[in-house]
T-cell receptor, first 115, second 113 residues
């Protein structure tokens, strides 16, 4: 069974600093997709970034980037120049490419950006 | 553009009562999902649907039923609510099965006394 593990329940970072959130996963599939979702205090979940397993290049979206290590089954999220608006719960998610239709989520990391 | 809309947003039930959560999406998405979110447990999949008229069980389906009679709507029912079903429920939809982004509703907070 596929699993997603986020080992950091809570983290904090100073405004303008860089922080890295960890995510590891377990799967026997070779083709799959990984996501980071953000849930601010308003509860609305929004997509931060997406990585396709067959692409070696790490995905980047403005201040957000990932370090995708396929062999290690690791998918960390780096937030550069942290802003107060980045304060949120962050979820790592996985979906296999074999048509299972099920997105598997980690338990989340609560990030607080300090002024 | 409303996206994904969940109703109601808050509800308090007594043990044994029944209720239905409605999820509506206006993006013509094929795939729809119901998740529950509990502290320290992330999001767990309850049921999902890959198209109108289809439903399937997720990780934690017991105590819930679903229906997808219309493509745009996905209903989650609790026939006899239990305190263990106190949670925040999220509906999500996706255009594509795998590569597609999940679009979430704002969540529905359910308390069972």
């Amino acid at each position: 069974a596929q699993t997603v593990t986020q080992s950091q329940p809570e983290m904090s970072v100073q405004e303008a600093e860089t922080v890295t959130l960890s995510c590891t996963y377990d799967t026997s599939e070779n083709n799959y997709y990984l996501f980071w979702y953000k849930q601010p205090p308003s509860r609305q979940m929004i997509l931060v970034i997406r990585q396709e397993a067959y692409k070696q290049q790490n995905a980047t979206e403005n201040r957000f980037s990932v370090n995708f290590q396929k062999a290690a089954k690791s998918f960390s999220l780096k937030i550069s120049d942290s802003q107060l608006g980045d304060t949120a719960m962050y979820f790592c998610a996985f979906i296999g490419g074999s048509g299972t239709y099920k997105y598997i989520f980690g338990t989340g990391t609560r990030l607080k950006v300090l002024a | 553009n409303a996206g994904v809309t969940q109703t109601p947003k808050f509800r308090v039930l007594k043990t044994g009562q029944s209720m239905t959560l409605l999820c509506a999406q206006d993006m013509n998405h094929e795939y729809m999902y119901w998740y529950r979110q509990d502290p320290g447990m992330g999001l767990r999949l309850i049921h999902y649907s890959v198209g109108e008229g289809t439903t399937a069980k997720g990780e934690v389906p017991d105590g819930y039923n679903v229906s997808r009679l219309k493509k745009q709507n996905f209903l989650l029912g609790l026939e006899s609510a239990a305190p263990s079903q106190t949670s925040v429920y999220f509906c999500a939809s996706s255009r594509l099965a795998v590569t597609g982004e999940l679009f979430f509703g704002e969540g529905s907070r359910l308390t069972v006394l």
